[in-house]
Every structure is written in structure tokens, then in C-alpha cells.
């Protein structure tokens, strides 16, 4: 009874194929991680795509987020770094 779901819900999907969309990168690059040249590069990339996911998500600039970032990021406070994050950017950012 419960597998038709979808049929009784107009928000529900009746695959995943969104999701699948959404990480087929994550998964292709997996084995790349094994290979991006040490311990630390490998731990960085999927890090770094996650940012890429996020401000996507955002509809950020991924250009002028990361020129904003980097021209910040050493004057920040430690407990302000939240600011600099792709969800807040809008909010947080001098107009």
C-alpha cells in the first residue's frame, strides 16, 4: 500500500532521478579521489565540491564568491568565517 505513494501526493516524485543527477558527479570522481596526489589533495576535492554544489544551489557567481572570499578570508574573525559561507554570502556581504 505504501510503494504508491507518489499516486496520492502531487509533490511526490515517482523516481529519484533527480537525486541520481545530483551526485553521478560525486560518484564518477570517487576513484579520481583515490588518485589527487596525496592524503590532503584527496580530502580537499570532494570538500571543494561541495562549496560548487552550494553556491549553485544559491545561484552565487562562483567567480565573485571566491574573489569575495579570498579577499576577506585573512581579515575575518575566526567566529565570523560563517559570513563567508555561499548561503550566507548574500546576507552577510557590503552592498
Known amino acids: 500500500m505504501w510503494n504508491c505513494a507518489y499516486a496520492l501526493h502531487g509533490q511526490m516524485e515517482i523516481d529519484n532521478n533527480l537525486v541520481e543527477n545530483s551526485v553521478r ?4 570522481g570517487r576513484k579520481a579521489y583515490l588518485f589527487a596526489g596525496s592524503h ?3 580530502k580537499m576535492t570532494p570538500a571543494m565540491y561541495s562549496f560548487m ?10 567567480f565573485d ?13 575566526q567566529k565570523d568565517l560563517y559570513q563567508l559561507l ?4 548574500e546576507e552577510y556581504r557590503p552592498k
Open 65 to 77: 564568491w571566491l574573489k569575495y572570499v579570498f579577499e576577506r578570508i585573512q581579515s575575518h574573525k
Open 53 to 62: 554544489a552550494s553556491y549553485k544551489k544559491n545561484k552565487i557567481n562562483e
Open 86 to 89: 555561499p548561503s550566507n554570502w
Open 25 to 28: 558527479r560525486l560518484a564518477i
Open 40 to 42: 590532503q589533495a584527496g
